[in-house]
């Protein structure tokens, strides 16, 4: 056992990596795997508090920050960024930032998440204020660059949450809601793109989207808002139109081009069977 009190920096389960032939690394990585699930069944008290928190803010005006550093950064980046094309909502709404600025997506940004200052700095960009709440992003919960922005944010009383894959973790100590994802020591020891990136980006998918579903931006079960950006989209809108309308392509087809957006085809169906109903 490592002298290092944190699980993210076990030993992994497994030694001779490098004597493994394909099909045993393989089925290894998935056996880690395997007890993500688990781990997120019992985080979800968790980050439901997280979630109807942001709702509130949100319905209010309020937008939600990402914060974080290397993948995780990633991952906050990637799930802001996946909002707008399916929900339909400005890039406001949701918005992340990641240590090192953009170029750190492709590239490591050599000591950016060694700045405790930085993520303050990023969120003054955007104008932050006590309407808006910041979800801290951290796999150790250790990282200066979210710990410092989480700790500024709360200074100036905005509402925060945070993600970690280590109990008790500092970042979790420091959060409003805590969200704790123990998945343990990684298949490659320390790789917390790994596992812990599963776990974080089951949770990210988990809070957007049930945030968006509470705010509006999904009927039923469909995706009414989402950019009809090119053909495969326009024609999975063609498919919703003609499943909840009961018509045929062609008139679906019609109809998008005409309204430009499922959601107003839908409604503009609406309106007239009222107005039939009412005649």
């Known amino acids: 056992m490592s002298n290092n009190k944190y699980m993210t920096e076990q030993p992994s389960n497994y030694d001779g990596l490098e004597k493994m032939d394909t099909l045993e690394l393989l089925t290894n990585i998935n056996h880690e795997d395997k007890g993500v699930p688990l781990v997120m069944e019992k985080a979800i008290p968790q980050i439901k508090e997280f979630v109807d928190h942001a709702v509130a803010k949100m319905k209010k005006g309020g937008r939600l920050f990402y914060i974080g550093a290397g993948t995780s950064g990633r991952l906050g980046v990637l799930d802001a960024s996946e909002c707008p094309p399916t929900f339909g909502v400005s890039d406001d709404w949701i918005i992340g930032l990641i240590a090192g600025g953009d170029k750190a997506l492709r590239k490591a940004v050599e000591n950016a998440e060694d700045d405790l200052d930085q993520a303050w700095k990023d969120l003054q960009a955007f104008n932050i204020s006590e ?34 894959c280590n109990a008790h973790a ?35 998918n988990m809070i957007s ?34 499943e909840e309308l009961d018509i045929d392509e062609k008139l679906a087809g ?14 503009s169906y609406d309106s007239q069977i009222k107005k039939r109903m009412g005649s």
């Open 209 to 242: 989207t049930s945030i968006m579903i509470q705010l509006g931006r999904v009927r039923g079960n469909k995706m009414v808002d989402m950019q009809l950006s090119n053909k495969k989209l326009v024609d999975r809108g063609k498919r919703m139109l003609m």
């Open 131 to 164: 309407k808006d709440i910041v979800l801290g992003i951290a796999a150790s919960g250790t990282t200066p660059y979210v710990i410092g922005g989480i700790r500024k944010s709360k200074e100036h009383s905005i509402l925060t949450g945070s993600i970690a």
């Open 170 to 204: 500092p970042l979790s100590k420091l959060s409003d809601h805590p969200i704790e994802l123990v998945v343990g020591p990684e298949f490659v020891t320390g790789s917390t793109r790994m596992k812990a990136g599963t776990a974080q980006k089951l949770a990210l």
């Open 254 to 267: 019609q109809l998008l081009e005409k309204h430009k957006n499922i959601r107003k085809v839908l409604d």
